[in-house]
């Protein structure tokens, strides 16, 4: 039992992983005792020792502690990794950290896209459809990720 | 007279030149820096999804190619193409090499008897095939760093649409392969058009996994959700590498043009005194001959 895992938050763009206090640069992966991630069949938390498993992962949060701060990140879809030797990696399409959601521009937005939603309601529009849907789930993760 | 005042003009057009030319290689070089690293930091984030995608494949007997997207067809009536070019030119032949490629490509796909489908990434590429008269069936503009993922995943979603319609689709077009063409950033001197197979997805090498992870939910359906992920990560990574690659080859473009106009201005000063001085000489033969004309 070693106690913590090393978790990893892979994004297209780079690492997610907060940058170290008094530092710039996120870092590439952090120790932590445990981590929440929004599974594809609900809520999933990882604690060290965890079986070798792969899933899809939704628009959402994920949470974790380092020390005594806890960090939320709101993720897009992607998929997240345990492997065997302990090591956890999320594998997102985007990540965004709590504090620099910009909500009041997630909220208009959000506001927008979902009168959209709602006149769109036929067949054809299914790929349009489909891409408004995933961004307002997009921007419903980062709001519950803020507060 | 004339001849001087000309020579100095060309020697101030052809400074300005150089100006322009060493600003773009400078800045095509800070950039290039930037968009190296947004590649390396993408890097680990593709290699864990194909590392993930071929211990999942592995895991299934039939290798999963009961997936639509691993759909190997035998007669292929249409292919698509994917030019990735930049949207500016002064980079050399980044643009022109990848075009000849798609050119070479679409020809030989036609002799071949099969219809092609083309998508363009980057005006370069759009206006070049326009050019030649081929039908382009959508246009991206190229991506730039930031928007690479929105970029790649309009891209992936068009072809993966067009390529799991139905024969028989009224509506869409049935495309039985997908192909892009884009420049392979080998490093800042060198740039390797590249040719990748897209659709039908290309099977990763399978290794021999350590242990087989528990897949949620079972690893066909996981499939599902991952092969399209898969697929824009495919595209992303070709465009992080074409955009680095355009960005190296402005620079070496710029640079050589740099020292071109540097060489033109040297050789334009040499002419500019020779006949400055012949002009002097001149002068002062027409003095001294007019000296002696006085003495005699």
């Given at each position: 039992m070693s106690g913590s895992i090393s978790l990893q938050i892979l994004t297209p763009l780079g690492s997610a992983v907060p940058p170290a206090e008094g530092s710039k640069e996120p870092r590439e992966s952090v120790e932590v005792p445990g981590v929440e991630v929004p599974g594809l069949y609900g809520e999933l938390g990882v604690l060290p020792d965890h079986v070798p498993f792969i899933t899809p992962v939704v628009p959402g949060v994920v949470r974790y502690r380092e020390g005594e701060t806890s960090e939320r990140l709101a993720v897009g879809a992607g998929f997240v990794e345990v492997t065997e030797d302990g090591r956890v990696a999320i594998m997102i399409e985007?990540?965004?950290?709590?504090?620099?959601?910009?909500?009041?521009?997630?909220?208009?937005?959000?506001?927008?896209?979902?009168?959209?939603?709602?006149?769109?309601?036929?067949?054809?529009?299914?790929?349009?459809?489909?891409?408004?849907?995933?961004?307002?789930?997009?921007?419903?993760?980062?709001?519950?990720?803020s507060n | 007279m004339a001849n001087l005042k000309e020579i100095r003009k060309r020697i101030k057009t052809v400074k300005n030149t150089r100006k322009i030319t060493s600003a773009m290689s400078r800045i095509a070089g800070a950039r290039l820096a930037r968009a190296q690293n947004a590649a390396k930091a993408a890097r680990p984030y593709g290699e864990r999804l194909a590392e993930v995608v071929a211990g999942l494949m592995g895991s299934l007997d039939d290798g999963g190619s009961l997936h639509p997207l691993l759909e190997k067809r035998d007669n292929v009536k249409r292919v698509g193409l994917i030019l990735m070019t930049a949207d500016r030119g002064l980079c050399g032949g980044f643009n022109t090499k990848a075009n000849r490629a798609a050119k070479k490509f679409i020809l030989e796909q036609e002799k071949q008897g099969r219809e092609v489908v083309i998508i363009t990434c980057g005006k370069k590429g759009n206006s070049f095939l326009r050019h030649a008269e081929?039908?382009?069936?959508?246009?991206?503009?190229?991506?730039?760093?930031?928007?690479?993922?929105?970029?790649?995943?309009?891209?992936?979603?068009?072809?993966?649409?067009?390529?799991?319609?139905?024969?028989?689709?009224?509506?869409?077009?049935?495309?039985?392969?997908?192909?892009?063409?884009?420049?392979?950033?080998?490093?800042?001197?060198?740039?390797?058009?590249?040719?990748a197979p897209v659709l039908p997805f290309p099977e990763p090498e399978v290794g021999e996994p350590a242990l087989s992870p528990v897949f949620e939910p079972e690893p066909k359906k996981l499939l599902e959700h991952l092969l399209p992920v898969a697929l824009e990560s495919l595209l992303q990574q070709a465009m992080f590498n074409s955009i680095a690659a355009e960005l190296a080859a402005r620079r070496m473009a710029m640079d050589s043009a740099t020292d071109n106009a540097s060489e033109l201005i040297d050789d334009l000063t040499l002419e500019f005194n020779r006949e400055r001085q012949a002009a002097i000489t001149k002068e002062l033969m027409e003095i001294i001959g007019g000296a002696e004309a006085l003495k005699g």
């Open positions: 985007r990540a965004v950290r709590s504090a620099d959601v910009k909500v009041a521009e997630v909220t208009a937005r959000l506001k927008e896209v979902t009168a959209e939603l709602d006149k769109k309601t036929d067949a054809i529009d299914a790929l349009e459809h489909r891409k408004l849907a995933n961004e307002q789930a997009w921007l419903e993760a980062q709001l519950r990720a | 081929f039908d382009v069936f959508r246009h991206h503009d190229a991506p730039t760093l930031e928007t690479v993922v929105s970029s790649a995943k309009a891209i992936a979603t068009e072809a993966s649409t067009m390529f799991t319609a139905a024969e028989d689709d009224a509506e869409v077009q049935r495309v039985d392969r997908w192909v892009l063409v884009y420049n392979y950033f080998k490093n800042a001197l060198t740039q390797e058009i590249r040719t």
